[in-house]
């Protein structure tokens, strides 16, 4: 079945530091790759996706770039803000499979002054 | 305007009780889903509907029932309610006609006592 590995958190970083949080994944057909962000007490919400292999999505100062070879999907910022701590989840989703998300379990994020 | 809406917002109950939640979306979308959310932050899918049919239900107990009277709503009512059944309950409705991006809604938090 489809599965999506990230990495455990929590992680704690200073303001203006270099985030990365990785994810690789498993499916079974050719999937869309994509991050979502909980802010607390809130509901998901689309952080950047991409649908091929090699596309980059991007927004927000964060970046993903999806690699079919590795079956990897990082999300990197180059500088994160205490405004950026949340919970980031990422996901696939394989057309034909009723287009379901299939979600990692999630990595808090508490960036500190 | 909301786009994805859910009532309650919280819901506190006894254990064998019968409750239902209401999700609705004014985005025109004809697929809608339910995840639920463990109190590690897991999320998964529990049931998927397009234009008022069943496509996905992933061997949810049947004390789940979803229930969709149009393509706007989806509904789900739980029978004699269990304390796992506490957990944060989120609808999210899903653009099939353009980017398949899923728009989440504010999240149920359920409580069972």
């Known amino acids: 079945g489809d599965s999506v590995t990230q990495m455990e958190g929590p992680v704690t970083l200073s303001e203006e530091a270099f985030l990365t949080i990785n994810c690789t994944y498993t499916a079974t057909g050719y999937p869309s790759l994509f991050w979502y962000v909980q802010y607390p007490g809130e509901g998901l919400q689309l952080l950047l996706k991409a649908t091929k292999a090699d596309d980059k999505g991007s927004n927000k100062g964060f970046e993903a770039t999806y690699r079919k070879e590795t079956t990897s999907f990082h999300l990197e910022k180059g500088s994160v803000q205490v405004s950026d701590s949340a919970v980031y989840f990422c996901?696939?989703?394989?057309?034909?499979?009723?287009?379901?998300?299939?979600f990692g379990t999630g990595t808090q994020l508490k960036v500190e002054l | 305007d909301t786009a994805v809406s859910q009532t309650p917002k919280y819901l506190v109950t006894q254990m064998g009780n019968d409750k239902s939640i209401k999700c609705e979306q004014n985005?025109?979308?004809?697929?809608m889903y339910w995840y639920k959310q463990d109190s590690k932050k897991f999320l998964k899918i529990m049931f998927s509907?397009?234009?008022?049919?069943?496509?996905i239900n992933e061997t949810v107990p049947n004390r789940f029932s979803p229930k969709s009277p149009d393509k706007a709503h989806l509904n789900l009512h739980i029978n004699s309610l269990e304390l796992g059944d506490s957990a944060v309950y989120f609808c999210?409705?899903?653009?099939?006609?353009?980017?398949?991006?899923?728009?989440f809604g504010p999240g149920t938090r359920l409580t069972v006592t």
């Open positions: 509907y397009n234009n008022k049919e069943l496509i």
């Open positions: 985005l025109g979308h004809d697929t």
């Open positions: 999210a409705s899903q653009d099939t006609a353009g980017s398949y991006e899923q728009y």
């Open positions: 996901a696939l989703s394989v057309t034909g499979g009723g287009n379901k998300l299939t």
